[in-house]
Each structure stands twice: as C-alpha cells, then as structure tokens.
C-alpha cells in the first residue's frame, strides 16, 4: 500500500480560523449582493417590472389540516427568511462579544464608538428634515450599516490597506448591528399582546434550561427555535428577534475539551495500528468496515470538540449570505427607475433625510466619535491604522441598504409611498458612500505608495 505523506505545514496554511471564515463569506457574499441588486433593477425597469412585482405579493400558504398560515412571498421573505439572517447576526454578534473583537472594551472601544456615533449623527440629521408628522417613523432609517455591502467594497482594496481596517470595519458593522436590532425591539414594535409575549418568555426559559442543562443536539434548538419566531409573530414585536433571542441560547461550549478530543484520537489512531487492512478493503472500500468505522469515530470526536453555535454559524452563514441577502434585495429593491420622476422625489424630505444621514451623518459620526475616543484616551488607532484609513472607512459605513430598507418597511408600513422615497434614498446613498469610501481609500493608499518610494 502506498504510503501518503501529508506534509504539515501546507495543511494547516489550508486552516482558516472563524473570523477569516466570516470575511471571506461576507466579502462574496458583498459581490452577490451587489450584482443581485443591480440585476434587480435592470428587471424591474424592464418590460417585466409589474409583473416581477406582482410575483412577490403572490399569496403563499404554508399549514397542516385546518391549522395554516397564508402570507405574500414578500412577507414571507422579510417576516421568515430574515429571521436566519438576524439568527446569524446574533451568533456573530455572541462570538465577538465573547472572543472576538468586542471581548476585550478597551480593543472594542473604538469600533463601538464609531458605531454610536454613526448612529446618533444620521439620525439627528433625518429629524432635522422630518422632526415630525407621518414621515419623522424614519429616523432609523439611515442608522445602520450593511456589513456585507461596506466589506465587499472594503476588501476590493485589500491589498493596497491595513489588514487592521478590515477587522475594524466589520466589528463597527456588528456593533452597528445590535444598535439596530435593540432599535427594532423598542421603537418599531406596533403592539403587543400580552400571552403571546408570555408564549415567547416560557420558550426563551426552556432554551436557557436546554442550554444549561447540556443538550448539544441542534434538534431541540431548531423546534423549539420555530415555536419562538412563532410566537413572535403572533405577539406583534417583530419576528426577525427571535432569531438574535435564539442564537444567545445557544451552547457555545463543546462537550468535549480539547483534552478530551486529543486522548480519543490516540484510542481511535491505537486501534487503526492494532488492526491489519487487507488488500481486498483497500481495492474494495465499500467493503472496508474497519475503515469506516474509524472515520465514523473521528467524525464524532470532531464533533463533539465543537461548539453547537460554531456548527450552527459555519453550516448557517452561506445560506444565509448567498441565499436568504439575494433574496431579500429581490424583494424589496423593485424599483422601476424610469417611472421615478428623481426631480421631484430626490427633494422629499424622507428621501433627503436619509441620503445626507447615511452619506454625511455616517462620516461625521464614525470619524468624530472615533476620534474623541482616541482623544480622551479610551481608545487606540489599531497597529498600522491611521486616520486617513479611518476616514475612508467612515464613508463606506455610509452603505445602509439591507438593514435600512428592513427599518424601512417597518417605518412606513401603512405609507407605500413613503417608503418608495426611502428606498430610492436607500439605493443612492449606498452608492454614493460606495464611491467615496472606494476613491477615498484608493487614493489614500496611492498617496502612501509614492510616499514610501520617495523615501526610500
């Protein structure tokens, strides 16, 4: 039998930690998320654009016998799929905050400054143009950043910026997250009722007992995961919490140690050598029950090394990044943009609020509150980060879309056309912050090339 060498150091150069993981994830998941965007509106101001419209409100019933829920497919998309997505932002969300770049306050002091300031300036300049009547609901709107969207562009330019800008871009996007998800919970919830939220809190205590009680089987955290969005649904706050809820209840630590892990792979590697493979197993591998079975035993020790939330986040994230963002910008980026009369729509006050909040009010925020942090010695630039990089971050946070337009819908639920003049401003100031972040730090890091050829 031939003998396979497997040198060591090209295999772990395979090895990609969960972070590097998540950005490569994120960053095609940018690119998709653009061209679907883009594909989308070529649709939608086609020939075909009403009925490509009419295709998502098409009623979709989903019940057992007399017991069935009928919604639209737009609904379904934003009240369902999207409860994977905020299931996803709140696992990422519990890993950063455990391990990650928000474990340590005074490494996440920067990154979460800079998201409370791009939160509060955009929303402070949204009111100054809507400070009140049906169209001030929007404030936050232009309070939040599409991850997926500002790292895409971010890392176009990867080769020419620090690695560090990239990491605190992504951990201001979190933190920009959960502003986004506590704004949901409390300001955008119509009303509540009562039993169904007491449903709700009875399903959160059995996932927590779940949790303590050692239960890593995904199995029970699924069910019981269905029964919470259910009951979210039905209790009037929005559905798409019971996903960050549910991804807190889950266990984030593995049953076995890595003790533990190491000690199996000795029994299982012991019984291998104590055994004789034939030539007949080797040329027949079906037939191979002793190799099986110790692949089977591998498989099951890799298993319980690891936590059900890295599972859960590793097997979630493409579905969730390639399917579930597509299908959203799908649904709701429909815009027919030769029936748009811009002169008139662009001066709204919805429109304008949110463009100057994202584009402007997401610069000022990210870069001052950034500043002042680093000013008042709560924070430090990361290692060969400087403000030029900060700057051109600060622009790309401008990039509101999937997380804007879902505020959006809940902001002008009863006010279609109130929420066209979002979008549009949603769609413009996306592509506007694109730009400038992508010029900005393009140029920056040329300026820094001849710079160092000079000196040297």
């Given at each position: 039998m031939a003998n396979h060498q497997y040198p060591l150091e090209p295999l772990l150069g395979k090895i990609i930690g969960p972070f590097e993981r998540f950005l490569r994830q994120t960053t095609a998941g940018g690119i998709v998320l653009m061209g679907m965007t883009l594909l989308t509106l070529i649709v939608a101001s086609s020939p075909l654009?009403?009925?490509?419209?009419?295709?998502?409100?098409?009623?979709?019933?989903i019940g057992i016998g007399l017991q069935n829920m009928e919604m639209s497919l737009h609904v379904w998309v934003n009240e369902g799929l999207m409860a994977l997505f905020f299931l996803l932002v709140g696992l990422e969300l519990k890993r950063q905050i455990m391990v990650g770049e928000l474990a340590s306050l005074r490494i996440a002091a920067l990154p979460v400054a800079g998201a409370i300031g791009g939160m509060l300036v955009p929303a402070v300049i949204y009111f100054l143009f809507n400070p009140s009547g049906p169209t001030a609901s929007?404030?936050?709107i232009p309070m939040a950043t599409d991850i997926a969207f500002a790292i895409g562009i971010l890392v176009l330019l990867a080769w020419r910026i620090p690695k560090n800008l990239i990491i605190f871009l992504t951990a201001l996007a979190i933190a920009d997250d959960l502003g986004a998800v506590l704004i949901i919970a409390i300001f955008?919830?119509?009303s509540i009722d009562m039993a169904f939220l007491g449903g709700a809190a009875g399903l959160l205590g059995i996932l927590l007992l779940c949790n303590q009680g050692g239960i890593r089987h995904p199995l029970p955290y699924a069910i019981l995961g269905i029964l919470l969005w259910l009951a979210f649904l039905k209790s009037g706050i929005h559905a798409t919490l019971s996903g960050v809820l549910l991804a807190f209840t889950i266990p984030a630590r593995p049953s076995d140690t890595p003790h533990q892990f190491d000690k199996h792979l000795d029994e299982i590697k012991n019984a291998f050598r104590g055994e004789t493979i034939t030539s007949e197993e080797v040329d027949a591998p079906l037939d191979a029950s002793l190799t099986y079975a110790i692949a089977e035993n591998i498989e099951k020790a890799s298993i319980a090394v690891q936590s059900p939330q890295q599972r859960m986040e590793h097997h979630l994230s493409p579905w969730v990044t390639f399917g579930v963002i597509p299908l959203f910008a799908m649904a709701n980026t429909g815009l027919d943009l030769f029936?748009?009369?811009f002169r008139d729509v662009i001066v709204q006050p919805v429109t304008l609020g949110i463009m100057l909040g994202l584009v402007l009010g997401k610069f000022l925020g990210i870069s001052g509150f950034a500043w002042l942090a680093v000013r008042l010695n709560l924070a430090r630039l990361p290692g060969g980060v400087q403000w030029r990089h900060i700057l051109g971050a600060a622009w790309l946070g401008g990039i509101g879309f999937t997380m804007s337009l879902f505020i959006a819908q809940l902001a002008f639920t009863s006010s279609p056309a109130l929420f066209e003049e979002a979008r549009l401003g949603i769609i413009l100031a996306s592509v506007i912050a694109a730009i400038m972040g992508l010029i900005w730090l393009y140029i920056s890091a040329?300026?820094?090339?001849?710079?160092e050829t000079l000196l040297h």
């Amino acid at each position: 039998m031939a003998n396979h060498q497997y040198p060591l150091e090209p295999l772990l150069g395979k090895i990609i930690g969960p972070f590097e993981r998540f950005l490569r994830q994120t960053t095609a998941g940018g690119i998709v998320l653009m061209g679907m965007t883009l594909l989308t509106l070529i649709v939608a101001s086609s020939p075909l654009g009403d009925t490509y419209r009419h295709l998502w409100e098409t009623p979709f019933r989903i019940g057992i016998g007399l017991q069935n829920m009928e919604m639209s497919l737009h609904v379904w998309v934003n009240e369902g799929l999207m409860a994977l997505f905020f299931l996803l932002v709140g696992l990422e969300l519990k890993r950063q905050i455990m391990v990650g770049e928000l474990a340590s306050l005074r490494i996440a002091a920067l990154p979460v400054a800079g998201a409370i300031g791009g939160m509060l300036v955009p929303a402070v300049i949204y009111f100054l143009f809507n400070p009140s009547g049906p169209t001030a609901s929007g404030w936050g709107i232009p309070m939040a950043t599409d991850i997926a969207f500002a790292i895409g562009i971010l890392v176009l330019l990867a080769w020419r910026i620090p690695k560090n800008l990239i990491i605190f871009l992504t951990a201001l996007a979190i933190a920009d997250d959960l502003g986004a998800v506590l704004i949901i919970a409390i300001f955008y919830t119509q009303s509540i009722d009562m039993a169904f939220l007491g449903g709700a809190a009875g399903l959160l205590g059995i996932l927590l007992l779940c949790n303590q009680g050692g239960i890593r089987h995904p199995l029970p955290y699924a069910i019981l995961g269905i029964l919470l969005w259910l009951a979210f649904l039905k209790s009037g706050i929005h559905a798409t919490l019971s996903g960050v809820l549910l991804a807190f209840t889950i266990p984030a630590r593995p049953s076995d140690t890595p003790h533990q892990f190491d000690k199996h792979l000795d029994e299982i590697k012991n019984a291998f050598r104590g055994e004789t493979i034939t030539s007949e197993e080797v040329d027949a591998p079906l037939d191979a029950s002793l190799t099986y079975a110790i692949a089977e035993n591998i498989e099951k020790a890799s298993i319980a090394v690891q936590s059900p939330q890295q599972r859960m986040e590793h097997h979630l994230s493409p579905w969730v990044t390639f399917g579930v963002i597509p299908l959203f910008a799908m649904a709701n980026t429909g815009l027919d943009l030769f029936a748009i009369p811009f002169r008139d729509v662009i001066v709204q006050p919805v429109t304008l609020g949110i463009m100057l909040g994202l584009v402007l009010g997401k610069f000022l925020g990210i870069s001052g509150f950034a500043w002042l942090a680093v000013r008042l010695n709560l924070a430090r630039l990361p290692g060969g980060v400087q403000w030029r990089h900060i700057l051109g971050a600060a622009w790309l946070g401008g990039i509101g879309f999937t997380m804007s337009l879902f505020i959006a819908q809940l902001a002008f639920t009863s006010s279609p056309a109130l929420f066209e003049e979002a979008r549009l401003g949603i769609i413009l100031a996306s592509v506007i912050a694109a730009i400038m972040g992508l010029i900005w730090l393009y140029i920056s890091a040329r300026k820094s090339a001849v710079n160092e050829t000079l000196l040297h």
